[in-house]
């Protein structure tokens, strides 16, 4: 079992695009590089606004959204306390504004293409520097034969990183995926009084689930043996999880065959994800 607190997190701030927008991330925890199901579960937070164009990713997504909101596509806004599932190969856009704050899952989805870690990226980003620029987005260089050329920023890097041509598959969903938990039914856990489950999606072959788990001051209980690698992220109260003390905002990662115990101080609201097996 691992435990990380938000103010332990290693934090990243990427540079500026112009004089007033910022984000900030803060890795709360990460997965095995090179790895199928590598990931990263993440704290974002954007001051300024923050946009994007037409994109599309080899990986998929969770998007929490704890604070603001984000506009994915028309009709598609995801305001504070909804839950985005972004599969691979999804098209969207990105439109934020002011201040917002997202809990950001992401993971290898079932092509099995992987997911870049951060070391990757920066070395690939700091590689292709010697061979062009990137702005607004794209990655543009000029061949042996001067001709200009233009490619998706995170493209490029992968293609640099992996050493072959980027490929999509089909998205299983045509468009991103939003949740409002509060139309789920909360269902008590057998045999912990006090416990209660939300399930919100299992998605893809691989087995990727969204849940929400709710339990009361004083409560406790075993966390059951699963078949997949849990990550839980406090969204709400305290309390401990084998001995160490969580509070809001800190994530768990719980292995295949691991049943810590874990007890609220104050009531407690998670939320889990099972992460992709490809064994």
């Not at 606004?49 to 009709?75: K, S």
């Not at 057998?190 to 489950?197: E, I, K, Q, S």
Request: with cysteine; charged share 20%; net charge positive.
């Amino acid at each position: 079992m691992q435990l990380v607190r938000l103010q332990d997190a290693p934090r990243f701030e990427p540079p500026r695009l112009n004089g007033r927008d910022s984000v900030t991330y803060h890795d709360l925890l990460t997965g095995r590089e090179g790895a199928p199901d590598n990931f990263a579960l993440q704290l974002v937070s954007v001051n300024g606004g923050y946009a994007t164009g037409r994109h599309r990713h080899n990986f998929e997504q969770v998007r929490i959204m704890l604070d603001g909101a984000f506009e994915f596509g028309p009709g598609l806004v995801q305001p504070a306390g909804t839950v985005g599932y972004f599969c691979e190969g999804t098209h969207y856009t990105q439109q934020g504004d002011g201040r917002s704050q997202t809990l950001l899952l992401q993971v290898g989805g079932p092509s099995g293409a992987g997911y870049m870690s951060r070391r990757q990226l920066r070395n690939g980003i700091a590689a292709l520097r010697g061979k062009g620029d990137f702005a607004d987005g794209c990655f543009n260089w000029v061949d042996a034969h001067g001709i200009r050329h233009s490619k998706d920023s995170y493209e490029a890097v992968w293609e640099h990183v992996h050493r072959r041509p980027i490929q999509y598959v089909q998205p299983q969903y045509s468009a991103p995926v939003l949740m409002d938990p509060e139309r789920f039914s909360w269902v008590p856990m057998p045999g912990n009084g006090g416990v209660w489950l939300r399930t919100l999606g299992r998605f893809n072959e691989r087995g990727l689930a969204i849940t929400q788990l709710r339990v009361a001051a004083g409560a406790e209980l075993i966390l059951p043996r699963g078949q997949q690698v849990l990550l839980l992220a406090c969204v709400q109260g305290s309390g401990q999880v084998a001995t160490r003390p969580y509070e809001r905002l800190s994530a768990v990662r719980v292995e295949i065959g691991d049943a810590p115990h874990l007890r609220a101080t104050r009531e407690s609201v998670f939320y889990g994800f099972e992460l992709p097996r490809f064994d």
